[in-house]
């Protein structure tokens, strides 16, 4: 039995237990303390364009219905049949007007109303035994959707999301509003890795110590413009809101040639001018930093790449993934992973972009390959008695005496918001890890509490703590 109030006072000093990344009581928490109130990303609206498009996304065990009902609403509807629980949906994604359960086929509408029910006088004595209005599949407790991000939480009183993104807003926009009609998404690719869902989002947030040794072979090949995988160190970090990420260091030169630089064609650039804010064009064009990997915690991820994608050419050409790192359990994580673009990019653009993603990331990417084999092998190594022992040195940039304390850059220095950096430390991971502590210390709501019940007769569900009313999506 691991005492859990160690376990985490050992995390706010920066020191990892080892055990915390292969370890099922820990797993457990994360379900009843994390998993259960965090706002968790399940789909992008452009996944479902048009009324009666739908995908279905899990979270943890949950599966959801993620639809766009007639009236063009998104709902995120609980796929189990309000019968005898069988899972209403079993496709993966579609477009229907209705959703049939294969059981005994009560069917619902894509907004998870109920209409149809077999027998409906035989079996239950019409609508006075059993009152089929107001009845739904149950809705996802809370939903929030930002520049087409569609999160749900399963907390009903959870904050409201834009104010869980806070600064974080700030970077989401380079990746997913490159223009007023934001990004589309291919995929996802969806594969499980044998390692702890927590390794990839800390990577992810801010691990620009580990390119010059896990990704040496991808920068000697030439995937990149820069000779040396060290240059990782004069970009930025970041930590901002409730997430982080890291930046490049960019070579002298004005707001259009740096974004050139890395790729971006110029009727790219000029929809980029109209839509960030000056804020948003300074960190480019005054500071000369491009965004790159980031984290949204608790387990969302981004990448910002430019690889070269013809072998004889030096052009580069820009990519943006968005990840999930979903747990199946302490020791194995569902990868999803999209290629995201700008819907108004040319379709050649669009075409070498997906190429440049399909190089380096997603289930063949270079890096992806790279990068799995250290968090398998990490989280094997973490489940055994030693493992126990250990306290992991997740300190760097705080090293006393001299060593390589790293200050925050001036408002003069970066313009961005958040707390930002230059060069290597652990910052950001330290801050995944303080949230993630934050939530296991504090007790979850009793489950009678969230319980919901199918009242036979009435037109509502009963005992709810749970909003039935449409959601309302955040702007
Ligand atoms: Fe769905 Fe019976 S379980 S209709
Ligand atoms: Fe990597």
Same mark, same amino acid.
């Given at each position: 039995?691991?005492?859990?109030?160690?376990?985490?006072?050992?995390?706010?000093?920066?020191?990892?237990?080892?055990?915390?990344?292969?370890?099922?009581?820990?797993?457990?928490?994360?379900?009843?303390?994390?998993?259960?109130?965090?706002?968790?990303?399940?789909?992008?609206?452009?996944?479902?364009?048009?009324?009666?498009?739908?995908?279905?996304?899990?979270?943890?065990?949950?599966?959801?219905?993620?639809? &766009?009902?007639?009236?063009?609403?998104?709902?995120?509807?609980?796929?189990?049949?309000?019968?005898?629980?069988?899972?209403?949906?079993?496709?993966?994604?579609?477009?229907?007007?209705?959703?049939?359960?294969?059981?005994?086929?009560?069917?619902?509408?894509?907004?998870?109303?109920?209409?149809?029910?077999?027998?409906?006088?035989?079996?239950?004595?019409?609508?006075?035994?059993?009152?089929?209005?107001?009845?739904?599949?149950?809705?996802? =407790?809370?939903?929030?959707?930002?520049?087409?991000?569609?999160?749900?939480?399963?907390?009903?009183?959870?904050?409201?999301?834009?104010?869980?993104?806070?600064?974080?807003?700030?970077?989401?926009?380079?990746?997913?509003?490159?223009?007023?009609?934001?990004?589309?998404?291919?995929?996802?690719? &969806?594969?499980?890795?044998?390692?702890?869902?927590?390794?990839?989002?800390?990577?992810?947030?801010?691990?620009?110590?580990?390119? =010059?040794?896990?990704?040496?072979?991808?920068?000697?090949?030439?995937?990149?413009?820069?000779?040396?995988?060290?240059?990782?160190?004069?970009?930025?970090?970041?930590?901002?809101?409730?997430?982080?990420?890291?930046?490049?260091?960019?070579?002298?030169?004005?707001?259009?040639?740096?974004?050139?630089?890395?790729?971006?064609?110029?009727?790219?650039?000029?929809?980029?001018?109209?839509?960030?804010?000056?804020?948003?064009?300074?960190?480019?064009?005054?500071?000369? $930093?491009?965004?790159?990997?980031?984290?949204? $915690?608790?387990?969302?991820?981004?990448?910002?790449?430019?690889? &070269?994608?013809?072998?004889?050419?030096?052009?580069?050409? =820009?990519?943006?993934?968005?990840?999930?790192?979903?747990?199946?359990?302490?020791?194995?994580?569902?990868?999803?992973?999209?290629?995201?673009?700008?819907?108004?990019?040319?379709?050649?653009?669009?075409?070498?972009?997906?190429?440049?993603?399909?190089?380096?990331?997603?289930?063949?990417?270079?890096?992806?390959?790279?990068?799995?084999?250290?968090?398998?092998?990490?989280?094997?190594?973490?489940?055994?008695?030693?493992?126990?022992?250990?306290?992991?040195? /997740?300190?760097?940039?705080?090293?006393?005496?001299?060593?390589?304390?790293?200050? =925050?850059?001036?408002?003069?220095?970066?313009? /961005?918001?958040?707390?930002?950096?230059?060069?290597?430390?652990?910052?950001?991971?330290?801050?995944?890890?303080?949230?993630?502590?934050?939530?296991?210390?504090?007790?979850?709501?009793?489950?009678?509490?969230?319980?919901? /019940?199918?009242?036979?007769?009435?037109?509502?569900?009963?005992?709810?703590?749970?909003?039935?009313?449409?959601?309302?999506?955040?702007?």
């Amino acid at each position: 039995m691991t005492d859990q109030s160690v376990v985490l006072q050992d995390v706010r000093q920066g020191m990892i237990p080892a055990h915390i990344y292969n370890d099922k009581e820990i797993f457990d928490l994360e379900k009843e303390r994390l998993f259960s109130r965090s706002w968790l990303f399940v789909a992008h609206e452009s996944e479902v364009p048009e009324t009666g498009d739908y995908v279905v996304r899990r979270v943890l065990e949950d599966s959801f219905i993620i639809s &766009r009902d007639e009236m063009g609403e998104i709902r995120a509807l609980f796929n189990m049949c309000l019968h005898r629980g069988m899972q209403v949906c079993r496709a993966e994604m579609g477009n229907a007007s209705h959703f049939r359960c294969p059981y005994h086929g009560w069917s619902y509408r894509n907004d998870g109303r109920i209409v149809g029910l077999p027998f409906h006088q035989e079996a239950f004595g019409g609508e006075e035994g059993f009152r089929k209005k107001g009845q739904t599949l149950l809705p996802a =407790p809370s939903l929030g959707i930002y520049n087409g991000l569609i999160f749900i939480s399963m907390d009903p009183d959870a904050q409201p999301l834009e104010d869980f993104l806070g600064d974080f807003k700030f970077y989401l926009d380079y990746y997913t509003k490159q223009s007023t009609d934001g990004i589309e998404l291919r995929g996802p690719q &969806r594969w499980r890795i044998k390692a702890n869902w927590k390794i990839g989002a800390e990577n992810f947030a801010g691990d620009m110590y580990h390119t =010059p040794q896990t990704h040496t072979s991808v920068v000697e090949i030439g995937l990149f413009r820069e000779p040396k995988a060290e240059k990782r160190k004069d970009g930025t970090t970041y930590w901002a809101g409730n997430g982080g990420g890291t930046t490049y260091k960019l070579p002298e030169g004005s707001l259009e040639d740096r974004l050139r630089y890395v790729g971006y064609p110029d009727d790219m650039i000029e929809r980029m001018k109209e839509q960030w804010s000056q804020q948003q064009l300074d960190v480019i064009g005054k500071d000369g $930093f491009m965004i790159s990997a980031a984290s949204l $915690f608790p387990n969302m991820s981004f990448v910002h790449n430019w690889p &070269r994608v013809e072998e004889d050419s030096d052009e580069v050409l =820009p990519f943006i993934s968005i990840r999930q790192w979903q747990p199946i359990s302490e020791n194995e994580t569902e990868v999803l992973s999209w290629f995201a673009v700008d819907k108004n990019a040319s379709e050649e653009y669009k075409a070498l972009s997906y190429k440049a993603y399909l190089m380096c990331f997603g289930s063949g990417g270079m890096f992806e390959q790279d990068d799995v084999e250290n968090w398998v092998s990490l989280t094997n190594t973490a489940a055994g008695s030693m493992a126990r022992r250990l306290l992991l040195n /997740g300190r760097m940039g705080l090293l006393e005496n001299g060593g390589n304390v790293v200050e =925050p850059l001036t408002p003069e220095q970066y313009s /961005g918001p958040g707390s930002t950096r230059v060069g290597y430390s652990e910052y950001n991971q330290r801050e995944l890890l303080l949230r993630w502590a934050d939530h296991l210390e504090r007790p979850a709501r009793a489950a009678a509490q969230l319980h919901v /019940g199918v009242d036979p007769v009435s037109a509502a569900p009963a005992a709810c703590a749970t909003e039935t009313a449409p959601h309302t999506a955040a702007a």
